[in-house]
C-alpha cells in the first residue's frame, strides 16, 4: 500500500508493546517496510482497553515509493523497555493512518483529551476570544444599526387624542337677539332650540351662550341675583333643560357663561353680607369691605368704592358698576359657593363654561393704592397703572381649582376672556401657570385695525403661535358681543379671507351670530353699560320686517337696515353667498388634515400669509391668502419640502383670480389676487431618507 496513506486491519501479526509496565499508553511504535529496513514512526494512545487512536505516524528520513508493511516487525523506542507482557498487547481495529507530506495538520487524528489540553494553551484561549468578541460584536452592530434604521426612517405617525372643543367651532349667541319663541319681543332659549337645525348646518358644534341668569332687572348683562337659575324671560330652567336634551341629540355642546367675579347688589349673598353685624357673621366677608377707601376706580369711571348704607362707615368694592359689589375671592366659603355653582350646572349636563371679566376675580391683599402711569394728568381709569387689581396671580391659582372641578365630569371645557390689553405672553399663563393645568381656550378678543394687510395678519397670528405653551391649543375669535362687528369695519373680501385663515388654522374657532351673513353694527347712541350693543342687533332670519326674530311689533333692540335683502334666506338660496362660503369652509375644516394635522408656515411677508397642513397617510393642503390690496404670485414649493408643483384645487375665497377643480394649480406659480385666498390639496407621497 503507499506510504503517503493506508489502512492496517487487526490481525494476529500486528502487536504493539507497552513500556515500563505501562499498559494504558504506548507512546511510540516503529513499523518496519520492505524491501528496505526503513522505519516508520507512529505515536498513538489507548482510550480504552481495545480502542486506540493514532495521533501521528511520520516517515523517517530517506523513506519514499510504496512499500508493504512486515508483519510481526517492531523496534522499541530506547526511552522504553523490552520487556512483553501479554496481557499489555493490543490489536487496533479499523485504525486509519494518514502519514502526511508536511506538518501543515499537526492535529489530525488527536484524541479527545489531547485536543482539551492543547485547546487550553492561551494562544487557543485568546484566538477563541478573538472569534467569539467579533462574533458578538457584529451581532450587536446589526441590533444597534437595525434600532437605528427603526427610527429614523419615515413612519406613519399616530394622530394626536384630540377633544370636541379641538375639533369644533364655537358659535356664540347672544340668546336675546337670536330668536324670539314666545312674542314677547326678547330672545330665549327655546328660540335658540328652535335654530338647532341651521347651527348644525352651518357646520358648528358648539353654542356659547351669553348670560341667561336670573338678573335684577337692570339694563346689563352681569346684574345676576342667582348664578343657579335661569331667568324667566330667558325660559327659566326648563327651557335650557330642553336646549341641552336637543342640542346633544344633534351632535351639538352647549357652554353657559359664568360670572364670579360681581354679583348683582340685590343678591341675597350681598343682602346678608351688608347685614352682617358680627366679625364671626359667615357672610360679612363674602365682599370687599374696607373702613379706609383706597384710590381705585372703576372700569366704567369714578371711584371703585360705594359707601353702604347699611354697615356703616365701610365700604364696597365694585371694578365695574356700583349696583355690582365684587365678590371677596379670598374666602374659603365663596370659593366653596362658586364651586358649587359648577357643579350644580355640570349635573345638568353642560358641556362648559366661559368665565367672563376673569382678569378681575382678585384685588390687592392689603388694599394698597395704584401708582398713576408716567405722565398721566388726569384721574380717571386709563390714568392709573392696575397692577392691584388686575391681572393678579392669584387668578390661575383659581383656573386650577375649576379645571379640577371640570375634569372631575368627562369631557368638559373652561374657556375665559383675558384682558384684551395684556400681552401675548400674559394671556399665555391662563393656559396654565406653575405646573397646574388652566383654561383649555382663552379667548382672545379679535382686535384688527380697519386697513388690516398682510403685516397685521402675521402679527395677529404670529404674536399667539409663538408664544404658545407646548401641548397648548389656540383659539382665534372672529368677533363676540363685546367686539363691533367684522363687516363694520372689513370688507366683504376680507371676512372671507380671515374667516379661511382663523378656520383652517390649528386651533378652535369662535364665530358670532351673524358673522356667517355678513351682519353690521346697528347705527344707533347708547351708553356702555347698556346690554343695548350695535353689534347685538336681530338676527336677520329673512325679509320681513322684524327679519323673522319675532312677531312682536316692538322687539328690545332694532335690526339691521339691510335685512330685507341681507338675511338667511337669500343667502341660502345663492351658491356664491358668504353664508354658502362659511358652510363649504367648515366642511373643508372637517377633513382628517385640518384636525389633526400638523401646522408648518410657508410663505409670509407683508401682504400672503400661507400655511401647510399634512398629516401622514392624508391629503396635504397648503393655504395661501393675499391680504394684500394688489394681486400676488409666489412660488410656494420653495417654501416646504412636502408642497406638490401640481395640486388640486379644493376652495376659494372668490376674486380676480379664477380657479378650476378640473384644472391642476401650479404651486410653483400660484397667482392670487387682492384679498383672495385659496386653499389646494395633493396626495400623500411617502417620505424616504
Known amino acids: 500500500m503507499g506510504l503517503n496513506e493506508g489502512k492496517f486491519t487487526a490481525n494476529s501479526s500486528f502487536h504493539t508493546i507497552s513500556a515500563s509496565g505501562m499498559t494504558s499508553c504506548v507512546r511510540n511504535v516503529y513499523f518496519i517496510l520492505s524491501p528496505t529496513s526503513v522505519i516508520i514512526r507512529c505515536t498513538y494512545i489507548s ?35 523490552s520487556e512483553k507482557n501479554n496481557d499489555d498487547i493490543r490489536s487496533p481495529e479499523g485504525i486509519d493512518v494518514k502519514v502526511p507530506e508536511s506538518n501543515g495538520t499537526p492535529f489530525r487524528g488527536m484524541g479527545k483529551e489531547e485536543l482539551l489540553q492543547h485547546s487550553s494553551k492561551p494562544f487557543w484561549r485568546r484566538l477563541r476570544m478573538i472569534c467569539i468578541s467579533i462574533i458578538l460584536l457584529g451581532w450587536l452592530a446589526l441590533i444597534i444599526t437595525v434600532v437605528a434604521l427603526v427610527l429614523i426612517y419615515p413612519k406613519c405617525k399616530s394622530p394626536d387624542s384630540r377633544s370636541w372643543w379641538q375639533n369644533e367651532i364655537i358659535y356664540r349667541v347672544y340668546v336675546r337677539s337670536y330668536k324670539d319663541s314666545n312674542g314677547d319681543g326678547v330672545g330665549d332659549l327655546d328660540g335658540v332650540t328652535s335654530k338647532l337645525d341651521y347651527i348644525k348646518d352651518l357646520g358648528v358644534g358648539v353654542i356659547s351662550l351669553s348670560p341667561t341668569f336670573e338678573d335684577d332687572g337692570n339694563d346689563g348683562d352681569f346684574h345676576i341675583k342667582n348664578h343657579m337659575k335661569i331667568d324667566d324671560v330667558q325660559g327659566g330652567d326648563d327651557a335650557l333643560q330642553r336646549l341641552i336634551t336637543q342640542a346633544h341629540g344633534k351632535g351639538l355642546k352647549i357652554i353657559l357663561d359664568f360670572v364670579p367675579s360681581h354679583t348683582s347688589d340685590q343678591s341675597e349673598w350681598f343682602q346678608w353680607s351688608e347685614a352682617a353685624k358680627f366679625r364671626n357673621d359667615s357672610y360679612r366677608n363674602f365682599y370687599v369691605w374696607t373702613e379706609t377707601p383706597t384710590n381705585w376706580k372703576s372700569v366704567y369711571g369714578g371711584d ?27 374666602s374659603p366659603q365663596v370659593k366653596d359657593e362658586l364651586n358649587d355653582i359648577l357643579v350644580f ?9 366661559y368665565i367672563r371679566n376673569s382678569a378681575y376675580l382678585f384685588e390687592d391683599y392689603d388694599l394698597r393704592d395704584e401708582p398713576k402711569l408716567q405722565n398721566a394728568a388726569g384721574d380717571e381709569y386709563s390714568d392709573y397703572n392696575h397692577i392691584y387689581t388686575k391681572n393678579l396671580p392669584e387668578i390661575y391659582d383659581m383656573f386650577a381649582r375649576w379645571r379640577t372641578t371640570a375634569d372631575g365630569f368627562m369631557n368638559r371645557v373652561l374657556m375665559a376672556d383675558p384682558d384684551p390689553s395684556s400681552s401675548e405672553k400674559e394671556m399665555m399663563k391662563y393656559y396654565g401657570h406653575f405646573q397646574r393645568d388652566g383654561v383649555q381656550l382663552p379667548i382672545r378678543r379679535r382686535d384688527l385695525a380697519p386697513d388690516c394687510g398682510g403685516q397685521c395678519i402675521k402679527d395677529y397670528v404670529n404674536g399667539w403661535m409663538d408664544n404658545l405653551p407646548a ?8 368677533g363676540d358681543e363685546m367686539t363691533p362687528r367684522l363687516a363694520t369695519n372689513h370688507s366683504e373680501s376680507f371676512i372671507r379671507c380671515f374667516s379661511m385663515l382663523t378656520m383652517l388654522l390649528p386651533g378652535t374657532p369662535v364665530l358670532y351670530y351673524g358673522d356667517e351673513i355678513n351682519m353690521v353694527d346697528l347705527s344707533m347712541s347708547t351708553s356702555e353699560t347698556s346690554r343695548k350693543q350695535p353689534m347685538r342687533g336681530l338676527m336677520q332670519w329673512d325679509d320681513t320686517p ?12 332694532g335690526i339691521g337696515a339691510d335685512h330685507q335683502t341681507n338675511n338667511v334666506k337669500n343667502q341660502s338660496a345663492k351658491g356664491d353667498s358668504l ?17 389633526i394635522g400638523d401646522y408648518r408656515p410657508a410663505i409670509v411677508d407683508n401682504s400672503v400669509f400661507s400655511f401647510v397642513r399634512e398629516f401622514d ?15 400676488q404670485t409666489r412660488d410656494y414649493t420653495t417654501a416646504h419640502s412636502t408642497i406638490q408643483s401640481k395640486a388640486s384645487f379644493d376652495l376659494t375665497t372668490g376674486g ?26 395633493w396626495d400623500y407621497v411617502a417620505k424616504e431618507l
Request: some cysteine; glycine content about 8%.
Open 304 to 330: 371703585a368704592w360705594n359707601t353702604s348704607d347699611v354697615r356703616t362707615g365701610e365700604s364696597y368694592l365694585h371694578q365695574f358698576l356700583h349696583n355690582q359689589p365684587d365678590l371677596n375671592l379670598r
Open 617 to 631: 397617510g392624508k391629503k396635504g393642503y397648503l393655504v395661501a391668502i393675499n391680504f394684500g390690496n394688489t394681486a
Open 656 to 681: 380676480s383670480q379664477s380657479f378650476d377643480s378640473d384644472t391642476d394649480v401650479d404651486t410653483s406659480s400660484l397667482a392670487l389676487g387682492p384679498m383672495q385666498g385659496v386653499a389646494v390639496s
Open 471 to 478: 401641548g397648548r391649543w389656540p383659539t382665534w375669535s372672529l
Open 47 to 81: 482510550l480504552h482497553q481495545s480502542r486506540y487512536c493514532i495521533k501521528r505516524c511520520e516517515r523517517l528520513p530517506d523513506m519514499s515509493g510504496s512499500y508493504n508493511i512486515e508483519p510481526l516487525a517492531y523496534k522499541l523506542n530506547d526511552n522504553y523497555s
Open 579 to 595: 353664508l354658502s362660503f362659511f358652510k363649504n369652509l367648515t366642511t373643508l375644516r372637517s377633513e382628517d388634515t385640518f384636525r
Open 345 to 353: 350646572w355640570l349635573n345638568k349636563s353642560v358641556d362648559g363654561f
Open 546 to 557: 322684524n327679519g323673522g326674530f319675532t312677531n312682536f311689533s316692538t322687539p328690545w333692540i
